[in-house]
């Protein structure tokens, strides 16, 4: 069976794919950003979607759904006022204000648990709507 991480808090599982595809981007940068869902029916987070290199902030933002909660990390590359590349992790929790009162619930309660399987995340953003997980917020958060 493919899942390696229990959340005690709630009794969801963590897909394995979901730690390597997340190792894949810190470490091989072969992704820019990966949206996590979780299965009420079989309390999984599995990996939704993932953006490959090229692809950017706008993909992520596109991936996410209007009505539905998600769980999303994103690789933002920036250069620095001392002209250094660096590379900072944010992970997003997507809580739309028209998804389901259950489903915002159940993404609440288990995003700890998520955050522990995912190591060297930088920033979490809380967004309830695009704009307080927009481009802007993230490069001020970044410096």
Excluded at 16 to 23: A, G, H, I, L, T
Excluded at 35 to 63: C, H, Q
Excluded at 77 to 89: E, H, L
Excluded at 97 to 112: D, E, F, H, N, P
């Amino acid at each position: 069976m493919a899942m390696a991480f229990k959340m005690a808090t709630t009794g969801m599982w963590v897909a394995d794919e979901c730690k390597s595809s997340f190792m894949e981007m810190k470490w091989k940068k072969v992704h820019r950003f990966i949206v996590f869902k979780i299965d009420e029916k079989s309390r999984l987070v599995t990996v939704d979607k993932v953006g490959g290199p090229g692809e950017g902030f706008n993909e992520l933002a596109a991936s996410l759904p209007d009505d539905d909660c998600r769980y999303a990390v994103f690789d933002f590359d920036f250069v620095t006022v001392d002209n250094c590349r660096k590379s900072k992790i944010f992970f997003i929790a997507w809580s739309p204000t028209a998804s389901r009162i259950r489903a915002k619930m159940l993404y609440a309660t288990s995003k700890a648990g998520l955050r522990r399987a995912l190591e060297g995340v930088h920033y979490e953003l809380q967004a309830t709507d695009p704009t307080e997980m927009g481009f802007d917020v993230i490069q001020d958060r970044a410096k």
